[in-house]
């Protein structure tokens, strides 16, 4: 079984000679995976019109998604050294420092910062726009927002009056609308995915039997 490696707007996916990139591995447009790096099973990373940078001895692990955006300004994914990103975790155009770690099921979103050794525990959220600093802790199961960073746990009544104020669509889809107006909102979003995925139907799939040095 293959890794895929795909074309997206004129972009050909990168892979060091001493990195390993898993078979059913996918690696779409411009991704750079750097020395030693590891992108285990069911990985995927999608550069879309930006890029994704993995950094030296980084690990990628099963079924983790990492990807990149264009559509509200450039929003590249990149990894510092010597992180590790969990499986089923999400990395959507973020930055994170090196030596960081992201558990299992970790999600970190768009023009996040994370600081170098800083940890993000089983199932918690990095929101948009939050920066945290070194070695900073992200309890399980908990969201992290804002700058200067908040930590707020499931179920706490502050986290809808937060999460309100955070403009998050305008930050990950370049949508402005109202917080409230929820089904105009979510129409709006799912246009801009339909248009930025639909580039993807002019890719070229460049299936290779390599898993690393692709």
Do not use: K
Not at 159 to 182: I, P, S, Y
């Amino acid at each position: 079984m293959a890794t895929l490696h795909i074309r997206h707007q004129g972009h050909v996916p990168q892979v060091h000679p001493t990195a390993y990139v898993a078979p059913t591995a996918t690696l779409v447009g411009d991704v750079s995976i750097g020395p030693r790096a590891r992108v285990m099973y069911g990985a995927v990373l999608d550069a879309e019109g930006s890029r994704i940078e993995i950094g030296e001895a980084s690990v990628i692990c099963e079924n983790a998604v990492l990807r990149a955006s264009a559509v509200a300004g450039d929003q590249p994914v990149l990894l510092g050294d010597h992180v590790f990103v969990g499986p089923h975790a999400t990395l959507l155009g973020c930055a994170v420092g090196r030596c960081a770690y992201l558990a299992t099921s970790a999600t970190v979103l768009q023009d996040a910062r994370l600081g170098a050794g800083v940890v993000v525990a089983v199932g918690a959220l990095v929101h948009a726009r939050s920066t945290l600093p070194e070695e900073f802790f992200v309890p399980p199961h908990t969201l992290a927002l804002g700058d200067p960073v908040r930590l707020l746990a499931a179920g706490d009544p502050g986290v809808t009056e937060a999460l309100g104020q955070l403009g998050f669509a305008q930050v990950a889809f370049g949508v402005d609308a109202a917080w409230a107006d929820r089904i105009s909102r979510y129409e709006r979003i799912a246009e801009v995915r339909v248009a930025e995925f639909g580039a993807h139907t002019g890719d070229e799939v460049l299936t290779t039997n390599q898993t690393a040095g692709g």
